[in-house]
């Protein structure tokens, strides 16, 4: 897990002591926990001994989960659990309870299921430790051989992939005041309950109870893993104390330079990037937003309005090796995830948080969903959403989409001889593009909607790209000297919408881009 994420794990709470039928544990049960909760003082989860906290990233790495060991292996199931060792950023334990047809249990830690890198290590391990989370595995490819889709562990903190993904940004099960001056809050989820599926079933279901100072909460996860992976979540919250920005089904992503902005200086490899662009979809206009991500000078908030939330995403779009050229870290296979409101969501906006980095350790991209108005204390909130891990169309996006953005000077050979202004080349591709003639009259439309008084747009076109079949839209912006402005393009055929909307606005970090003046 990188740094700068604030990460914190799970409370150990009592265990059961008597199984009770599995029918008799419901949605319900975790709810009334939650609001039990909230009706009480917080109380920070105690932390795991201080020798697992101090073990640097290797050194917590070379701790190892036996998959023999995994939950439901010898029970005919094609879904099995891993454990998660608690160490370096996971500072708590969380508790673990299996569901089945004979009751609820506690998932025991067995320190036999672990391997260690040196017996100095595994001797000062206690027996009764606790787990930290848990992977959940499924063979997504053919055959039988399991892969690990999804994983919580670490506040509420959970990352998943589809067929042929691998781990890269994380959903949250709730973002309270990111990006505020008054500083984030880092609830937990501190007790799961893992329901276990049939026999060759799809399909399953976990139920999670998260606690912080401000909030209590219930969460159901219906799990369906595939080449999509879709999680249906249904929660219900319960506010100890006022939030001004709560912020529902967050989604924390890694963007360190991409082909939009600069390469910091020593930095070898084309990109370096876990997502590429938010992706957002108004269903009141029908409009698909495209807004390519930056990493910022300063920390940056951008507050995007729409009129009725069709749903968005933080999306990987760079998919090919040679875009990134880094054989370990293979951000070209870092899946996409999108969002789907499904009840319980006011109006609001979709907020997008940038932060400022100097690694690609950080995770400093954070985007969700806030309600017009805040939360307060002793507020009741049930909303439900379907989050889907795949590859960079998970979102079912069905125009032309962006593929890439450059950001050059606009007074130079191949830029123009303007002034302060900048060349700006957006290609298209793909939707109702395909299936044009290269002669067709495509046209470009460009306005600037950040309310920037002296931005000009001094010209766009468009033209068509035989040497890989794209659809270049290029203007030359002069952003001026007031706040900074918003530049929007779309590609047209007469009046109908051909591509999503490109939206990128002019920051001090994009005036200093690759080849700015």
Not at 360 to 367: G, L, M, R, S
Not at 414 to 442: H, K, M
Request: charged residues 20%.
């Amino acid at each position: 897990m990188r740094t700068g994420t604030g990460l914190l794990a799970g409370l150990l709470l009592p265990c059961f002591l008597t199984a009770v039928p599995a029918k008799a544990f419901e949605f319900a049960d975790v709810v009334d926990r939650a609001r039990a909760l909230a009706q009480e003082p917080y109380e920070a989860p105690p932390p795991v001994p201080e020798f697992l906290a101090e073990l640097d990233y290797p050194q917590y790495q070379a701790i190892r989960f036996n998959p023999e060991a995994s939950l439901w292996r010898d029970a005919g199931s094609q879904f099995q659990v891993m454990m998660v060792p608690p160490g370096n950023y996971f500072s708590h334990t969380v508790k673990l309870n299996e569901i089945d047809d004979n009751g609820v249990r506690p998932i025991r830690f067995d320190k036999t299921a672990y391997s260690f890198p040196n017996n100095d290590l595994a001797k000062r391990v206690p027996a009764d430790l606790g787990h930290a989370g848990f992977k959940l595995t499924y063979p997504l490819g053919h055959g039988t051989r399991q892969n690990q889709f999804l994983v919580f562990a670490g506040a509420s903190y959970f990352r998943g992939v589809g067929t042929g993904n691998r781990f890269g940004l994380s959903a949250r099960g709730i973002a309270l005041d990111t990006g505020l001056p008054s500083g984030e809050e880092f609830p937990s989820f501190v007790e799961f309950w893992l329901e276990r599926p049939g026999g060759g079933g799809d399909r399953m279901r976990v139920y999670g109870l998260l606690d912080g100072p401000s909030v209590s909460g219930a969460y159901r996860f219906d799990i369906q893993p595939g080449e999509n992976t879709r999680i249906d979540v249904t929660t219900e919250l319960f506010f100890r104390n006022g939030l001004k920005q709560p912020g529902f089904a967050p989604l924390t992503s890694m963007f360190y330079y991409g082909e939009n902005t600069a390469r910091p200086a020593g930095e070898w490899r084309p990109q370096v990037h876990d997502s590429d662009g938010l992706l957002i979809h108004d269903q009141g206009t029908g409009e698909w937003l495209w807004r390519p991500l930056v990493n910022p000078s300063r920390l940056s908030l951008s507050y995007l309005q729409v009129t009725r939330l069709g749903g968005f995403g933080l999306i990987q779009r760079n998919t090919h090796f040679h875009q990134f050229e880094d054989a370990e870290a293979r951000y070209d296979l870092r899946p996409s995830a999108w969002v789907s409101p499904r009840n319980g969501w006011s109006d609001g906006e979709v907020v997008l948080v940038e932060i400022p980095t100097n690694a690609e350790t950080n995770d400093n991209i954070v985007a969700f969903w806030k309600p017009k108005a805040g939360a307060s204390a002793g507020e009741h909130r049930t909303f439900a959403y379907t989050l889907s891990f795949g590859g960079p169309d998970v979102a079912g996006q069905p125009l032309g989409h962006v593929v890439q953005t450059f950001v050059g000077a606009g007074d130079r050979a191949g830029g123009g001889n303007a002034e302060n202004a900048y060349r700006v080349i957006v290609d298209f591709t793909g939707g109702p593009l395909a299936e044009l003639e290269p002669q067709a009259p495509v046209i470009s439309k460009v306005t600037e909607g950040g309310g920037s008084e002296d931005a000009e747009i001094l010209e766009h076109f468009v033209e068509f790209v035989e040497a890989d079949s794209r659809w270049r839209l290029s203007m030359l912006v002069r952003p001026g000297s007031g706040s900074d402005p918003i530049f929007r393009g779309q590609l047209l055929l007469g009046d109908e919408p051909l591509t999503e909307v490109w939206s990128y606005p002019f920051s001090e970090s994009v005036r200093a881009g690759p080849n700015g003046s």
